[in-house]
């Protein structure tokens, strides 16, 4: 089978399916270590996943970052704290954490090819086939695969070759990261600022470094300039955020994504599957994107590795059948997230309630956290009690 992909996604799926005794060539465009852009701050959960990879000493022995609690400030300065209770978030610079990850699917069997860039599939009628790739001389070559996996990201080539992605019209947000050294110490915390235009995130990811994401909303302001003259305009009208890097200086320069959403209407078929952002991306203001792609990576090797066994077509239905069943709550819990974050006014109104609701606010932190089921959220006793009178 062919892996697209060597973010977490793609090398979560083809640890998975290597370590079952499968043929796994997992293929790249980019040389590792490289950097992504991404604000590096993931979910407490994500310690179970680099457990069921026997990564965690690895990843421990990398510098990093563990936080307690995120602070969420509304434009007023209103504010309240999603607390890590059970277990610290995780942050650490993506180009450690994917390395980590891709060396691990090395280590358990995957034949990785990194300099490989994916042109198109291979098809048979509508069944996936393989794909044609590139390597660095240029020449294309096909590749034959019983199963594709899609995992290279918000604007997949395999899904674009299948037609399945979506643009939603809602929320359509620019991202742009920088990393800051000397910053003020933010204790162990992080912070998000929301302001009507969008919102700065701002964290350390380990001792002396700091992630600082901005989302602009591209309904509400236009983008003009280079990014690090758009990035310092933006940061300026978060003056929560930029108090903390008042003596601090850039490291490298800004990066940047968008629209920061996409769907799919399909992440599955005969011979082929999506995990990751190329199954969908929300931009995750809860931090949980990481955790997200590496949860359904699990769920999709599981899956894949039984079909595969199967000889034969592989078909894969049962994978958005157990992809919904998963994750389907949290994008709800997500989506809800969202909408306050669109509408300021809406996150006024709650912030002064959850700061002094301790039930409610420990159960939204242990749902964002995805230590909890989400649908403990969703329930008409936890809106009431987050957000009643």
Not at 314 to 335: D, F, N, T, W
Not at 348 to 365: D, K, N, Q, V
Request: charge should be positive; hydrophobic fraction near 45%.
């Amino acid at each position: 089978m062919v892996v697209v992909g060597g973010g977490p996604a793609g090398s979560v799926t083809a640890a998975v399916l290597a370590a079952s005794g499968h043929d796994v060539l997992l293929l790249d465009r980019a040389r590792f270590p490289r950097d992504k852009t991404c604000t590096e701050f993931t979910s407490p959960e994500l310690v179970r996943v680099l457990d069921t990879l026997g990564v965690r000493a690895g990843y421990e022995a990398n510098p990093h970052a563990r936080l307690s609690a995120m602070e969420i400030f509304a434009p007023s300065g209103a504010s309240f704290r999603i607390e890590y209770e059970d277990a610290p978030a995780l942050a650490m610079r993506r180009r450690l954490l994917d390395a980590l990850l891709l060396d691990r699917a090395r280590e358990l069997g995957a034949e990785v090819r990194e300099g490989v860039r994916v042109r198109g599939l291979l098809m048979g009628g509508r069944r996936v086939e393989g794909v044609v790739a590139a390597g660095a001389d240029g020449t294309e070559r096909p590749i034959l695969a019983r199963l594709v996996v899609g995992a290279d990201g918000l604007h997949s080539v395999v899904a674009r070759e299948l037609g399945v992605h979506r643009a939603p019209l809602w929320p359509r947000r620019l991202g742009l990261v920088a990393h800051f050294e000397g910053s003020e110490e933010l204790e162990g915390h992080g912070e998000m600022h929301v302001r009507g235009h969008g919102y700065c995130g701002i964290a350390p990811v380990h001792e002396g470094m700091t992630s600082v994401g901005i989302a602009l909303d591209l309904t509400r302001c236009r983008p003009r300039g280079s990014r690090e003259e758009l990035f310092a305009r933006a940061l300026r009208s978060f003056p929560g955020a930029r108090r903390h890097l008042e003596r601090a200086r850039m490291v490298g320069g800004v990066s940047g994504v968008g629209p920061m959403a996409r769907s799919a209407s399909r992440v599955a078929g005969d011979g082929w599957a999506l995990v990751g952002d190329a199954a969908g991306f929300f931009d995750p203001f809860t931090g949980e994107g990481i955790y997200r792609a590496c949860r359904g990576a699990l769920l999709l090797g599981e899956i894949a590795s039984s079909a595969l066994r199967r000889g034969g077509v592989v078909q894969m239905e049962r994978y958005p059948r157990a992809r919904r069943a998963e994750l389907g709550h949290k994008s709800l819990v997500v989506a809800l997230v969202q909408l306050c974050v669109s509408y300021p006014r809406l996150l006024e109104y709650l912030a002064p309630r959850l700061r002094e609701r301790g039930s409610a606010r420990s159960t939204l932190s242990r749902v964002v956290g995805d230590r909890a089921d989400a649908r403990r959220a969703l329930v008409p006793g936890f809106v009431l009690e987050a957000a009643g009178p």
